[in-house]
């Protein structure tokens, strides 16, 4: 095939691409159109606890919650971050990169136990930190924690 061929086809194969997803694009689900952001995490484990650390600048404590769903193990952060008001001066935008309004992540946890009665959080310079403790076997625990902001 000579490099011309090779192009057409691949325009072609794109084409047919493009057209088979707008064919399909009203059976995707909900979650893949849905409008927002996702802050970035890490995730630790060691011997004792399990660590999360969400990235959220410029949004305060009462702007979002930690959930935790113990049928998929895993911590929803969602909330929302609200565009600062700039005053009255009137302004064209040439490059826009932050994320405003409503945000969520889910974040599986590792396989094992935790002890959410003693979970520790804070949030301080826009890290959200939350700090599980492992459980010991066969203790029952609840999910209920508040996020503290730290100078």
């Known amino acids: 095939m000579s490099r011309r061929d090779v192009e057409e086809w691949l325009l072609q194969i794109g084409t047919q691409m493009s057209r088979l997803s707008s064919e399909t694009a009203p059976l995707r689900p909900n979650f893949a ?14 011997e004792n ?4 650390k ?6 305060r404590p ?8 113990p049928d998929r193990h895993s911590l929803l952060i969602r909330g929302e971050r609200t565009e600062p008001q700039e005053g009255s001066c009137q302004s064209a935008a040439l490059h826009i990169e932050i994320d405003y309004g409503e945000f969520a992540r ?6 094992c136990e935790l002890d959410f009665s003693r979970v520790r959080t804070s949030l301080a310079q826009g890290i959200l930190v939350v700090r599980a403790p492992k459980a010991v076997q066969g203790v029952e625990f609840q999910a209920r924690f508040t996020v503290r902001s730290e100078p």
């Open 33 to 46: 159109r849905r409008a927002g952001w996702e802050p970035r995490y890490d995730l630790f484990e060691t």
């Open 49 to 52: 606890e399990v660590i999360l």
């Open 54 to 59: 969400v990235e959220l600048p410029g949004i």
């Open 62 to 69: 009462d702007q979002f919650v930690v959930h935790y769903s």
């Open 106 to 111: 889910e974040v599986p946890l590792p396989d």
